[in-house]
């Protein structure tokens, strides 16, 4: 899965969103330690994401079992919202401070 470069309308609608469900949370998703956790929760989210895709699938170690861990379509729209979100924290703090 190639990594999408979201236009600036969808960008900004994607910051709108984040930046109000952290202030929801009471965080505030410019902080330099913010972002910095965002960036790795986010990845480490990915990769559980794309293993759980491997177990329905299988690999070379293991027999797919499609009655367990997530379907394709179901990773790719998670892996996307997850790294949208590491794009909206990443210009954030870029573009504030």
């Known amino acids: 899965m190639a990594d999408e470069v979201p236009d ?11 930046a109000r469900a952290f202030s929801g949370a ?3 998703i410019d902080a330099p330690h913010t972002t910095a956790v965002v960036q790795l ?3 480490q989210l990915e ?3 794309m293993g759980m895709l491997e177990v329905r699938e299988g ?4 027999e797919p079992n499609p009655e367990e ?5 179901s990773a790719l729209e998670m892996t996307s919202l997850l790294r949208e979100l590491r794009q909206v924290a990443q210009v954030g703090h ?3 401070g």
Request: no cysteine; charged share 30%.
């Open 8 to 18: 600036a309308d969808h960008l900004a609608q994607a910051r709108e969103f984040w």
């Open 69 to 73: 861990g997530m379907d394709y379509q």
């Open 41 to 43: 929760v986010s990845k």
């Open 26 to 28: 009471g965080l505030d």
């Open 59 to 62: 690999n070379e170690r293991m």
């Open 47 to 49: 990769r559980l994401v």
């Open 94 to 96: 870029v573009q504030g």
